[in-house]
């Protein structure tokens, strides 16, 4: 097959496009099936959506990780019926603590830090933001931050497999010859000042 | 191993952040699980009530249980076991226990050690499933 360069990065931003959307859309399907789980507590969930962020993550780059998150809350809470209810600032606030820490570390660290890494500090930042909206906003009783031990225990252990799950996906993803220009492992993140 | 597979897809500074976020676990866990303080300590011996002691005043206490004497402290506001005829001595591990909702359990001496009072246990959160 011949094309231009030209057409190569039309080609190239299309499929950018469109694997994002399908991220997002997958992160929206995880968000709302793990709503639906049962939960022995509010807030002791796998936050299995995080996998797509990490994927866009390290396959776009920041601002691809940033867009899958708030597309996926958007989306997920309109789904569920939650649109600016309380569950929807928490929702909020960790995915944006989460993003933010994930996108900062990878910025400050690049390539020496894996999926596994950055999932686990962006499950521990979801911890963080979420139980920060829920003193200052909704419950506003320090004695939400009893909850924080156990929440942090349980969110290294879901950010520990989903970041596994996430570094296969992105081996077998890197593979496929789609993603050919995609950011590769040894690639330094875009100049972010 | 299936493990050492999975550790070989972390990278040196993944392992960093891990074991640091795992201290950090831990160190929330001293910090936090404490809650409000107890007030006043129980003694149960197989559901019945043995002893009452309120927590603020230091002193030592011997109970009886079916191995044989356990020696209960306390002091500041905290109390443990001390000594105790069971074999594992889990119980000397436990302590102390001061804040309310606290346990301290001999299992083969048959005595339970509550501590109760200090305000009501946190229920505030479980108000707020979403």
């Known amino acids: 097959m011949t094309c231009s360069a030209a057409e190569t990065q039309t080609l190239e931003r299309l499929r950018r496009r469109i694997f994002l959307a399908l991220f997002t859309a997958l992160a929206v399907a995880l ?57 929807f600032f928490l929702a909020l606030a960790g995915g944006v603590t989460a993003t933010a820490v994930m996108t900062g570390a990878e910025a400050v660290a690049g390539r020496r830090l894996g999926p596994v890494g950055i999932s686990a500090l962006g499950a521990a930042g979801h911890v963080v933001g979420q139980l920060l909206m829920a003193w200052l906003v909704v419950v506003r009783h320090p004695g939400v931050w009893r909850l924080l031990p156990l929440l942090l225990l349980f969110s290294l252990l879901a950010g520990l497999i989903n970041g596994l799950v996430a570094d296969s996906l992105l081996r077998r993803l890197r593979q496929h010859p789609a993603m050919k220009n995609s950011r590769k492992p040894g690639q330094e993140p875009e100049a972010t000042g | 191993m299936a493990l050492k597979r999975l550790w070989q897809r972390t990278t040196p500074l993944d392992r960093l952040v891990i074991g640091l976020l795992a201290i950090a676990v831990l160190f929330s866990f001293r910090l936090l699980t404490g809650g409000e303080p107890g007030e006043r300590l129980l003694v149960e011996r197989d559901g019945r009530l043995l002893f009452t002691a309120p927590l603020a005043a230091d002193r030592e206490v011997s109970l009886s249980g079916p191995l044989g004497q356990t020696v209960l402290v ?44 200090g305000g009501s246990p946190p229920t505030d959160y479980d108000l707020l499933s979403r």
């Not at chain 1, 789980?37 to 866009?56: D, H, Y």
């Not at chain 1, 899958?68 to 649109?83: N, P």
């Not at chain 2, 109390?79 to 301290?104: F, K, T």
Request: net charge positive; proline share 9%.
């Open chain 2, 74 to 117: 306390i002091r500041q506001g905290g109390a443990r076991i001390v000594r105790s005829p069971c074999p594992h001595q889990d119980c000397l591990a436990m302590g102390p226990a001061r804040h309310h909702g606290d346990l301290l359990a001999c299992v083969p001496n048959r005595l339970l050690v509550r501590i109760e009072g």
């Open chain 1, 31 to 87: 968000h709302t099936l793990e709503a639906l789980f049962p939960s022995p507590l509010p807030w002791f969930r796998p936050g299995l959506a995080n996998i797509l962020t990490v994927l866009a993550l390290f396959l776009y780059g920041g601002g691809a990780a940033w867009s899958v998150t708030l597309a996926r809350i958007a989306i997920g809470s309109l789904l569920l019926g939650q649109l600016f209810s309380p569950g």
